[in-house]
């Protein structure tokens, strides 16, 4: 296979330009994790909208993609950044009426601390293989009574790994750390960076979790309540 950098050309930039796939995450050991690269350029599904309308006020989202919520939200009245490692991404953010940014959540941003309402979705939670540190981070750029919302594996997983995009036919991108994360293995977490008040709900097969900006009580996050559990699936 023929190496190539993470995330900013082929095979994900060939990906986003075509607006089809296929296209993976590949483990080290040969696993592979399908990318629905059509839904992402596509218009907000179902699912997509059940997020959407939990938005309130100015809404970041990190790993936008090209840019489907971000362009969504713009087009409802909301101030709606979207931020991405991939040009491409944020040039097809900018071709579909959004706001984007070329940056990592981890380099300084506009706004820090004044979101209303962030997003880690089409599993974003895995940003850097390393889900404390990313909750943490989040932390800094919402609002103190902000709100994050993070799609999560449906499943109970618990990985963190080494992984490369791969086209399935050869192409393949350098590799960088991923993580996968179920709603309760993100609770473990999400408690000690300062989350609480989760909302759990199901569409399609999808699972969310909102999350409050807020102080966290002594043994809080060791289970997730599901509240408001919706599963249109």
């Known amino acids: 296979m023929t190496a190539v950098a993470a995330w900013t050309a082929d095979p994900y930039t060939v990906a986003l330009r075509s607006g089809r796939g296929p296209l993976y995450l590949r483990r080290g050991d040969g696993w592979l994790l399908p990318l629905d690269v059509e839904r992402w350029c596509e218009a907000p599904d179902p699912a997509d909208w059940t997020v959407l309308g939990r938005c309130r006020g100015a809404v970041l989202d990190i790993g936008c993609g090209p840019g489907r919520l971000v362009s969504a939200l713009a087009a409802r009245g909301h101030r709606a950044l979207g931020i ?8 097809r953010t900018a071709r579909s009426g959004g706001a984007a940014l070329h940056r990592s959540v981890f380099e300084p941003l506009p706004a820090e601390g004044r979101w ?3 997003l880690l979705i089409d599993g974003n939670i895995g940003i850097g293989g390393d ?3 990313l909750l943490t981070r989040m932390r800094e750029l919402v609002a103190v009574t902000g709100t994050l919302i993070v799609e999560c594996v449906d499943a109970e997983v618990d990985e ?3 992984v490369s995009v791969a086209d399935g036919r050869g192409a393949l991108g350098a590799p960088f750390q991923w993580a996968r994360l179920g709603a309760d293995a993100l609770m473990a977490r999400a408690g000690a960076a300062g989350w609480d008040r989760p909302e759990r709900w199901t569409v399609d097969g999808r699972v ?4 409050r900006r807020r102080p966290v009580s002594p043994g809080w996050g060791r289970r997730l309540p599901h509240v408001g559990e919706v599963d249109a699936g």
């Open 208 to 211: 969310f979790v909102a999350l």
């Open 116 to 118: 209303d309402t962030a």
């Open 131 to 133: 889900p404390a540190a």
């Open 84 to 91: 991405d490692v991939s040009p491409e991404a944020v040039a």
């Open 160 to 162: 963190r790994c080494e």
